[in-house]
Structure formats: structure tokens, C-alpha cells
């Protein structure tokens, strides 16, 4: 595996495990701050190895080629939570300093270990169980009312792994499968929220940490839509319990880098936490363009044990609109137009293929109009979609 080049100056290379997006938007904030990237990428095409010259190929599963990988690199970081067990063990065993860590990055991976250890915690989540049978679904849908919500406990991402159900034996493919694998479902209780919040930190291996603003985060199909910041008329009480909550969570869990609490807000001024991510996040885009230091700079300077930047906000609002594979396979001339209608909007595309439903990009786009605001960024998104062609 050929070794990264090195800037001269005794600064560091940090290694990506994943070439998706999340890798990719790390290289202008590398760059930046006169880091070397280097990403093990899933193929040659992939979204980080098109803009990032250390990309060797290789799976995130091939223990081999994440240690040689590793090897040239003096911290490594994840585009995603789906490393093996064995492969962060090889890591371990290799002495390789890894952010987050596995003993943190589990409760990321496996969202029953989330649950249990925040429930002892006592960080507010919605109810929950384990289930392998018909009858511990129902025994659980008739506790706390029905219909309930049945998640995979790992592997799961934007809706998928998750289904509403309105008794056991619709569940009966996945029980199987659990029984066979002795691998529980989770049963959540279905919350009745007001909306979805979120609230992105930053924390360093020394335990410095910083804490954007809470957003809220607007749903559709499972697929986060919009993301809104800071979150509009949110309680003022209600935003520092959440962020003194997630800020409790990445200390208690030992969490360095970044980490996502993904919370439902409920009526009457309370919050439940839904999930977790320990990696730059779709709540987080926005901050690339709208706060002093964006998430995936933030990233890079926590899991090097940097001083981390300030997350204050440059703008009044400022909204992200994701973009959908939709109707245009070529973007170039719909990514010029945008340009061209709305030069303030910040459009960031990915490199990648465009599939159906697909994030394929977002765009960014601040000032003091909450409503205009949202009205061009979601025009933006949709005219590269191809939803709209004026």
C-alpha cells in the first residue's frame, strides 16, 4: 500500500476508514489547517478518492488492508460505523490510536448497547425492550400501546432497519432472523414528539468540548430532508438540558471526535434521545457554511487533541436543504444554474451516482429571513433534483 506524502513540519496524517461523503468534505477543512488525508476507499470512484490523492482501495472489513492502511497513518478516524468487531480489535491489538474508540464506537454500532447504557444513564429515552418472539412483541405493544416501533440493532441508516408495526406477526421475518443469529430486535415505544431536534459536538481526547447550537431536523421517508439552525422557538431551558445532556453523553461514553444526538421533542417541554452517531453528521452540514468552525474541521481537530474552534453561529439562521437522486443523471448544468439564480447559496455535490432517493449533495444557504431562507434552499435542492425546472 503506498504511503501517504507528508507535508514537511512534522504535521500529521490522519486516516479515514470509508470514502463516502464525510470523508470527502473533510479535505478542503485538511487542507486548511495543513493536515494530510489519506482514506481507504471501497472503490477507486469512491466520493473521498476523487478529490483526496491518498486513496488506496480496500474493504473496511479486510483486516489486512486496515492495518497496512493504519500503518501509514499516525491517527485514524470512520466515514461510517460499520467497522467489524474483529478488524477494531486488530486496530487495538496494533497499537493504533483510534477516534472515536471502539469502547466508545459501540454504542453507535449497536443500538441495544445504546439504549441499555444511556437508560443507566438516566438519560431520557423512550421506552424499550428486546424481543426475539411474537410474544415478547405483544407483551411489549400491550405495556405501552400500540403501534411500536421495531429496529435492527445494527446496520441501520436513514429508515432503513426500522419498521412501525401494529402487532407481532408483522414482525415475523425479522424474528426469525433474530432467533437464528440469537441477535434481539429493539422495540421502542412509538414517541408522540413535536418535532425532531439534534444537537453536534465536538469532543478531544484530552475532554475538551464544544457544543453548536440545537437544530431542528425536518423528516421525510426516514430521510432527513432539512435541517434548520438553530432550531426556531426552541425553549430556551429545554436547549441547554439537551445540550448539557449530550455533552454528559460524550464524557460518560468517552466519545472523541464528533458525536450526533438525534432527540425527539415532546409536548410539554421535555426530550427523549433517538439515536446516536459518532462521526460528522447530517445535522452538522449546515455549519460547514454557517458557523465559524464547520463540524468536519472540528472533526480533524478533535481527533488529533487540537484546540478545538469556536462553533458560534456567523448567521441569524441558516438552513440546509439535503439533495435526493432524482430526475437529472448528469448535475453539472442544474449545479451551474443554482450558482447562477442564487449566488449566496452554497451547493455542495458528492461525486456520486445518482439513485433514486440517494443523498447525492446539499445545499447551504444563510441570512435573517427564516422563511426565505427555507423557501430557496429547498428551490435549490429540488431544481438539481430535478423536481423543478424554473
Given at each position: 500500500?503506498?504511503?501517504?506524502?507528508?507535508?514537511?513540519?512534522?504535521?500529521?496524517?490522519?486516516?479515514?476508514?470509508?470514502g463516502?461523503?464525510l470523508?470527502?468534505?473533510?479535505?478542503g477543512p485538511?487542507?486548511?489547517?495543513?493536515?494530510?488525508?489519506?482514506?481507504?476507499?471501497?472503490?477507486?470512484?469512491?466520493?473521498?478518492?476523487?478529490?483526496?490523492?491518498s486513496?488506496?482501495?480496500?474493504?473496511?472489513?479486510?483486516?489486512?488492508?486496515?492495518?497496512?492502511?493504519?500503518?501509514?497513518?499516525?491517527v485514524?478516524?470512520f466515514?461510517?460505523e460499520?467497522?467489524?468487531?474483529?478488524?477494531?480489535a486488530?486496530?487495538?491489538?496494533?497499537?493504533?490510536a483510534?477516534?472515536?474508540?471502539?469502547?466508545?464506537?459501540?454504542?453507535?454500532?449497536?443500538?441495544?448497547?445504546?439504549?441499555?447504557?444511556?437508560?443507566?444513564?438516566?438519560?431520557?429515552?423512550?421506552?424499550?425492550?428486546?424481543?426475539?418472539?411474537?410474544?415478547?412483541?405483544?407483551?411489549?405493544?400491550?405495556?405501552?400501546?400500540?403501534?411500536?416501533?421495531?429496529?435492527?440493532?445494527?446496520?441501520?441508516?436513514?429508515?432503513?432497519?426500522?419498521?412501525?408495526?401494529?402487532?407481532?406477526?408483522?414482525?415475523?421475518?425479522?424474528?426469525?432472523?433474530?432467533?437464528?443469529?440469537?441477535?434481539?430486535?429493539?422495540?421502542?415505544?412509538?414517541?408522540?414528539f413535536?418535532?425532531?431536534?439534534?444537537?453536534?459536538?465536538?469532543?478531544?481526547?484530552?475532554?475538551?468540548?464544544?457544543?453548536?447550537?440545537?437544530?431542528?431536523?425536518?423528516?421525510?421517508?426516514?430521510?432527513?430532508?432539512?435541517?434548520?439552525?438553530?432550531?426556531?422557538?426552541?425553549?430556551?431551558?429545554?436547549?441547554?438540558?439537551?445540550?448539557?445532556?449530550?455533552?454528559?453523553?460524550?464524557?460518560?461514553?468517552?466519545?472523541?471526535?464528533?458525536?450526533?444526538?438525534?432527540?425527539?421533542?415532546?409536548?410539554?417541554?421535555?426530550?427523549?434521545?433517538?439515536?446516536?452517531?459518532?462521526?460528522?453528521?447530517?445535522?452538522?452540514?449546515?455549519?460547514?457554511?454557517?458557523?465559524?468552525?464547520?463540524?468536519?474541521?472540528?472533526?480533524?481537530?478533535?481527533?488529533?487533541?487540537?484546540?478545538?474552534?469556536?462553533?458560534?453561529?456567523?448567521?441569524?439562521?441558516?438552513?440546509?436543504?439535503?439533495?435526493?437522486?432524482?430526475?437529472?443523471?448528469?448535475?453539472?448544468?442544474?449545479?451551474?444554474?443554482?450558482?447562477?439564480?442564487?449566488?449566496?447559496?452554497?451547493?455542495?455535490?458528492?461525486?456520486?451516482?445518482?439513485?433514486?432517493?440517494?443523498?447525492?449533495?446539499?445545499v447551504?444557504?444563510?441570512?435573517?429571513?427564516?422563511?426565505?431562507?427555507?423557501?430557496?434552499?429547498?428551490?435549490?435542492?429540488?431544481?438539481?433534483?430535478?423536481?423543478?425546472?424554473?
Amino acid at each position: 500500500m503506498t504511503a501517504p506524502l507528508r507535508a514537511p513540519g512534522g504535521f500529521p496524517v490522519v486516516g479515514i476508514i470509508g470514502g463516502g461523503q464525510l470523508a470527502r468534505m473533510c479535505a478542503g477543512p485538511a487542507a486548511e489547517l495543513g493536515l494530510t488525508l489519506s482514506v481507504l476507499a471501497e472503490a477507486p470512484d469512491a466520493s473521498a478518492a476523487l478529490v483526496i490523492p491518498s486513496a488506496p482501495v480496500g474493504a473496511h472489513s479486510d483486516v489486512d488492508a486496515v492495518l497496512a492502511f493504519a500503518a501509514e497513518c499516525d491517527v485514524v478516524t470512520f466515514d461510517h460505523e460499520h467497522v467489524p468487531a474483529d478488524v477494531l480489535a486488530a486496530l487495538a491489538g496494533a497499537g493504533v490510536a483510534m477516534h472515536p474508540t471502539p469502547q466508545a464506537l459501540v454504542f453507535a454500532q449497536d443500538k441495544l448497547e445504546m439504549r441499555e447504557r444511556l437508560t443507566a444513564l438516566g438519560v431520557p429515552c423512550p421506552r424499550w425492550a428486546r424481543a426475539l418472539t411474537v410474544d415478547e412483541v405483544t407483551a411489549f405493544g400491550d405495556e405501552v400501546g400500540w403501534p411500536v416501533v421495531a429496529k435492527t440493532p445494527r446496520g441501520g441508516y436513514d429508515g432503513k432497519g426500522v419498521r412501525v408495526v401494529a402487532s407481532g406477526e408483522e414482525l415475523q421475518d425479522w424474528l426469525e432472523r433474530a432467533g437464528a443469529e440469537d441477535s434481539p430486535l429493539l422495540l421502542e415505544e412509538k414517541v408522540p414528539f413535536t418535532r425532531e431536534l439534534a444537537v453536534l459536538l465536538a469532543r478531544s481526547p484530552s475532554g475538551q468540548a464544544a457544543a453548536w447550537p440545537v437544530v431542528e431536523t425536518v423528516q421525510t421517508d426516514g430521510i432527513c430532508t432539512e435541517v434548520i439552525a438553530p432550531a426556531p422557538d426552541l425553549d430556551p431551558d429545554l436547549a441547554a438540558r439537551a445540550t448539557e445532556a449530550a455533552l454528559r453523553i460524550a464524557g460518560e461514553l468517552g466519545v472523541t471526535g464528533v458525536l450526533a444526538v438525534e432527540m425527539f421533542e415532546l409536548p410539554g417541554g421535555e426530550f427523549v434521545v433517538n439515536e446516536l452517531a459518532m462521526r460528522p453528521h447530517n445535522s452538522g452540514h449546515w455549519s460547514m457554511d454557517g458557523a465559524v468552525t464547520g463540524q468536519f474541521e472540528q472533526h480533524l481537530r478533535a481527533v488529533l487533541d487540537l484546540p478545538l474552534g469556536s462553533p458560534r453561529p456567523r448567521h441569524a439562521w441558516t438552513v440546509m436543504g439535503n439533495v435526493l437522486g432524482g430526475h437529472h443523471t448528469e448535475l453539472y448544468p442544474a449545479y451551474r444554474h443554482v450558482m447562477a439564480r442564487d449566488p449566496e447559496v452554497k451547493a455542495h455535490l458528492y461525486g456520486k451516482g445518482v439513485r433514486p432517493g440517494r443523498k447525492i449533495g446539499h445545499v447551504n444557504v444563510s441570512g435573517d429571513s427564516l422563511t426565505d431562507l427555507r423557501a430557496r434552499a429547498r428551490h435549490a435542492a429540488d431544481y438539481i433534483e430535478g423536481a423543478v425546472t424554473e
